[in-house]
């Protein structure tokens, strides 16, 4: 990986703080990518968990039911 400064003059000090927090991100980005299985699905992002109750069927009172449960 390379960085290059495009403007500006930081100083040694200011260099060494932005690469520090460069890999600190990027060792905190490997170990969660690491620890966490790659395809599974949480709870959170789950259609069914929203979802409930069936959708409602076309019908006279369908409209009244259009609304999701709250």
């Not at 495009?6 to 905190?28: D, I, S």
């Not at 969660?32 to 709870?43: E, K, L, N, Q």
Request: aromatic residues 6%; without cysteine.
């Amino acid at each position: 990986m390379t960085i290059k400064v495009v403007r500006g003059n930081p100083t040694p000090e200011e260099l060494a703080a932005a690469l520090t927090v460069v890999q600190v991100r990027a060792a905190a980005l490997a170990a969660a990518s690491s620890t966490r299985p790659p395809a599974a699905r949480t709870a959170w992002s789950d259609p069914a968990r929203i979802a409930t109750h069936p959708l409602p069927q076309p019908g006279p009172s369908t409209w009244a039911r259009t609304f999701w449960p709250g």
